[in-house]
């Protein structure tokens, strides 16, 4: 299974299966990501390789976190994978596979630290391209 990032410098394979999906919403992934929360996959980084601009890839992380941490394209600013500081999982950010990962989350964690303009998206209207405009 294939990801990139935006820009295309950064390119690397996954094979799954994945050991879990799930949507994490504490404050580092809303920060992170600029979104309502991370979607993240999980996979054991021996089944994970670089295929293109490993050295394109940034990494941060947060001081007093004990796994937190976080990739990124250093030229677009894409979220990219990164192994976790405990270095038993690569973290996958869903939104850089070019593929579907044939599994959908199977949690939600850190809600209570959800956003305080979070909205369900069923309760939003929705449309397969921009809305008309008023």
């Known amino acids: 299974m294939l990801g990139s ?3 295309g410098s950064v390119e690397y394979e996954v ?3 994945f050991k879990l999906f799930q949507y ?5 992934c809303r920060k992170v990501t600029g979104t309502a929360h991370g979607s993240n996959l999980f996979v ?3 089944q ?7 050295d394109m890839v940034g990494r941060y992380e947060v001081p007093d976190a004990k796994y937190y941490a976080t990739g ?9 994978p990164w192994l976790a500081q405990g270095g ?6 869903a939104g850089s596979l070019d593929e579907d ?7 939600i964690i850190y809600w209570e630290s959800k956003a305080c303009w979070y909205v369900d998206p069923e309760r939003l209207p929705k449309y397969d391209e921009l809305p008309p405009r008023n």
């Open 5 to 7: 990032c935006l820009c």
């Open 15 to 17: 094979h799954p299966p």
């Open 24 to 28: 994490c919403h504490c404050s580092r």
């Open 44 to 46: 054991a980084p021996e």
């Open 48 to 54: 994970f390789r670089w295929i293109k601009g490993e």
């Open 72 to 80: 990124f394209c250093k030229k677009c600013g894409s979220s990219m």
């Open 88 to 93: 038993r999982n690569m973290v996958v950010p």
């Open 101 to 107: 990962p044939e599994m959908l989350p199977r949690q």
